[in-house]
């Protein structure tokens, strides 16, 4: 396989500046690469003969440490759940576990941790799965009744005050907020392209009951995430509540094709487009959605636009090497959110039931197979990172960004 040439497919056309960014970002890590390589990962996976026969479940697509998180619900309240669709599809159960537990060796590994423990952790995080998905009873993460760093996410997301998030990303300008342009989470956008925001917005507004809160005023390019850098994707802050203290900020990202959906087309459904897919399994998987999610068209393309979620409320997993007790329940509670997501979007548009989710929950070959595969799928990451590393360090990755 010419690793290079696939990366290069997968990723052209993209806007130039961030393309940049996320080759660079891939060659920091094996655990950046394998967040950026989604196509690459399940490539590998469907070259090795991994088992297509376990039932079909609605995934999120991109499973990895990284991909949990706090969010503030549409009801304004916390939780904590898989938080990233973009690589949404409809594929064997055990296809979102392997990622998940790949992603394990990689980054766990990478903070220190040794083999035998990773080896352990994996298997109990399985094991967790299959515990939940027996149980058959989809469920949520209670802040009262969690603890740990996932605890801590809530607590600090409950607790964060708007104008000191504001704050952080804004600054005032004669009474007005203007975004950030600091070139590591914004970068300046052109007149056109901000005309263009415009226009969705004002489209969007014009079917909302409150239309001022839309208003558009102020728009940047985002730089977020590693496997979507460059694709189309913009920070917008809005009128909200009134200005500068209530105002509100937006993700609107362009939606692309599930590289999980490719390697089995013959199961995914007919969408209207790709927004509307990520947003309609998102609303299926999540115990309670994201605020304001919704499927738009900007620029004659599929968006999905969202309240902006912040990277900082994803679970911090760099510390896991000096304080790993905190992770260690943590990392069951994924496998449960993976499980309750699994069951709770059961029997939808070609999706296993209920019940048959909890009969392959008590079968064991599986369990194996997915540990097996996922010890072997991080080898072959990190094979792929250095083959990564040696084509970036030679220039085969360059790009010229004023172009």
Known sequence: ????KRILKENYGRDPERLAMKYRALRDSPFAFLRGTCHLFYDRLAESGFDVTAPAVWCCGDLHLENFGSYKGDNRLVYFDINDFDEAALAPASWE??????????????????????????????????????????NWIERDTTQGVVRELLDHLRERKRVDYLNSRTRV????????????????????????????????????????????????????????????RYVVLVEGRGSP????????KQAVPSTLGRQFKSLQPRWDDDAQRIVSVQERMQAVTSACLHAVTHAGAPFVLRALQPSEDRLPFDRFGAQHDLFEDAIALLARCAAWAQLRSSGRQGSANADELIAFAGKKKWQRQVGQAAAAMATQVNA????????????????DVEA
Do not use: P
Not at 1 to 4: D, E, L, R, T
Not at 120 to 129: D, F, G, K, N
């Open 384 to 399: 792929d990172w250095t083959s990564y590393a040696d084509a970036y360090d030679t220039g085969q990755f360059q790009i």
């Open 1 to 4: 396989m010419n690793i290079v």
């Open 245 to 252: 203290d209530r105002n509100y900020l937006f993700d609107l």
């Open 97 to 138: 576990l392997v990622r998940l537990a790949a992603s394990m060796h990689v980054g766990l590994t990478a903070q220190g941790l040794a083999e035998e423990c990773v080896v352990a952790l994996v298997e109990r995080m399985i094991s967790q799965y299959a515990q939940t998905l027996a149980h058959g009873k989809a």
């Open 173 to 232: 300008v004669r009474r007005r907020r203007v975004l950030h342009i600091d070139g590591r989470r914004a970068l300046a956008i052109s007149q056109a392209e901000r005309d263009d925001v415009e226009a969705t917005f004002l489209a969007f507004a014009g079917r909302q009951l409150h239309a001022d809160f839309f208003k558009v005023l102020d728009v940047a390019r985002r730089i977020a995430g590693t496997g979507s850098l460059g694709v189309a």
